[in-house]
């Protein structure tokens, strides 16, 4: 078992070193639970370890034991306290139980040599993996897992009347790339933090803060194909999902295919359970429905800021969206909301 374990971490280990400094997610996983799977075999291998030293120290008490046996009957034979064949068969029945004691304790000390061999080469492979998901974690080309937004701006020369004035719902976008600076902004007017509290752009029943955002991206310098989520604290990004999603997503749209021209989809999710628990069920759903309207809201009025073209979705599976995005049950999808460059 322990010599497979090897190979097989050998193997992926060498797999590794031939993708050199990037690999997809699948195989950072991989990578991950190989290095579990050699951490729990050297915990086995120690505890099996410790049990045979445990046997080897009982054996070696018999053998003392058996010794001084040995010598009390010699003792008393040469003392003539104890006469003829009945000493000797004696003697020679001591002198056996010595002999299976010292075999046993040779038993035990093979054992324990072969299991001190295996461990030291499965603490090897430990390191090994370990060593692989260090250096595979922090930057794979092309699937950053996190990613620091840059600082959103606080002022523009659109005001607040204009944009309400020009908010429109935009179904048609140019396929060009958007920045990582508009993607920042776009993500802050969502759900950023505006307070060292942690009272964020739209308001909270509660300040339960029931959303969560994910950005599908498609097309937007510097930042790869794939599914990240926003966490709102540290203004950045988490890669969730490698590749682009937003085919599948349109898909569940209910046949809406324009959506698929924008270069990213913001996400809405909801975790009722957030609000619920603090509302009740009735109050707190409706709550949260309230919440991601404020949230989209913001969307649309940094999206005209920006020049930038989206529209609400709200008309798509929520079942297949969730399978899409692999969230866990207690997430609920509620919009969608492509965003690219208007056209025009
Ligand atoms: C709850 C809700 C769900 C919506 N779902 C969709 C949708 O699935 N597809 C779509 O194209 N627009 C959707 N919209 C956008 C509306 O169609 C749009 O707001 C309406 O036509 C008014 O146009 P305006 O936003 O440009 O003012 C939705 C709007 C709301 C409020």
Redesign the pocket.
Known sequence: MAKRCLTLGVALLACLLVVGCGIPQEEYDAAVAEKEAAEAQVASLQSELSKAKNDLAAAQEELATAQSDLEAAQDEAAAGESKGSSAQSQISSLKGDLAAAEATIAEKEAKIAELEAELAAAEEVAEEEEEVVEEEEPALPGSLWEVQLPEPREDSNVSIEEALLKR??I?TYTGEALTLQEVSQLLWAAQGTTSPRGFRTAPSAGATYPLETYIVVGDVEGLSEGVYRYETAQHKLVKVLEGDYRPQLTMASLG?YFVEGGAVYIVFTAIYGRTTVRAGDDEGIKYVHMEVGHAAQNVYLQAVSLGLGT?????FSSDRAREILKLPESETPLYFMPVGRMRG
């Open positions: 429109r719902s179904r809406q529209v609400v979705i709200g008309g």
